[in-house]
């Protein structure tokens, strides 16, 4: 079964610091992407960052960064210099790119709260 | 370029009445899907539909679950007879390609509470 697992139900940082949520996940495929996606109180799902499991470099958008591990199928989010609006729930996700239907197969979040 | 509608935002419906929640995919995209997140979860894939057809439904429950994309008009997610294990907020999402190939965009959801 492919599933997506985040072990870390809460985490809570200093405004300024940097956290990292981790995020494993199995499938028995070679291709397929993987997504953060952030959920403030507004309930909205914002995309963060998008990595494709064939590309050996780390995906950066800003101050959120990846580190994937394909081997060990991996794939922590790194919030650097956090600040109060990155207050959400964190999503890991992920789509065998073989399916046809693109269902993106959720992790169960990861709370974060950033502190001033 | 207005993102992804859904309406209504909040929805309460007593036992055994009908659930309609709709959803107005970005100007352009063709493919739009629908996850169902329960409290303390993450979300959960139900179906996926292209103008006029089901892709693939199989997250739907067999019964009281039904979803429609008509040529014209946004999206439609039917819930018949509900019942308080259905009480969740429900996802619409839309692209322009497969997913992998590009970003999927979420509306806000619509929380259905059943009492």
């Known amino acids: 079964a492919q599933t997506v697992t985040q072990s870390q139900p809460e985490m809570s940082v200093q405004e300024a610091e940097t956290v990292t949520l981790s995020c494993t996940y199995d499938?028995?495929?070679?291709?397929?992407?993987l997504f953060w996606y952030k959920q403030p109180p507004s309930r909205q799902m914002i995309l963060v960052i998008r990595?494709?499991?064939?590309?050996?470099q780390n995906a950066t958008e800003n101050r959120f960064s990846v580190n994937f591990q394909k081997a060990a199928k991996s794939f922590s989010l790194k919030i650097s210099d956090s600040q109060l609006g990155d207050t959400a729930m964190y999503f890991c996700?992920?789509?065998?790119?073989?399916?046809?239907?693109?269902?993106?197969?959720f992790g169960t979040g990861t709370r974060l709260q950033v502190f001033p | 370029n207005a993102g992804v509608m859904q309406n209504p935002r909040h929805l309460v419906r007593r036992r055994g009445q009908e659930a309609r929640l709709r959803c107005s995919p970005m100007?352009?995209?063709?493919?739009v899907y629908w996850y169902r997140q329960l409290p303390e979860e993450g979300l959960k894939f139900m179906v996926y539909?292209?103008?006029?057809?089901?892709?693939?439904e199989s997250g739907m429950p067999k019964e009281r679950f039904s979803a429609e994309f008509p040529k014209e008009g946004p999206s439609i997610l039917r819930i018949q007879q509900v019942v308080r294990g259905d009480s969740a907020a429900y996802f619409c999402?839309?692209?322009?390609?497969?997913?992998?190939?590009?970003?999927?965009?979420f509306g806000n959801g619509t929380r259905l509470t059943v009492t």
């Open positions: 999402a839309s692209s322009p390609l497969r997913v992998g190939n590009s970003p999927l965009h």
């Open positions: 499938t028995s495929e070679n291709n397929y992407y």
């Open positions: 990595q494709e499991a064939y590309k050996q």
């Open positions: 996700a992920f789509i065998p790119s073989r399916e046809n239907t693109d269902k993106l197969i």
């Open positions: 100007k352009g995209h063709s493919h």
């Open positions: 539909l292209q103008k006029e057809n089901i892709i693939d």
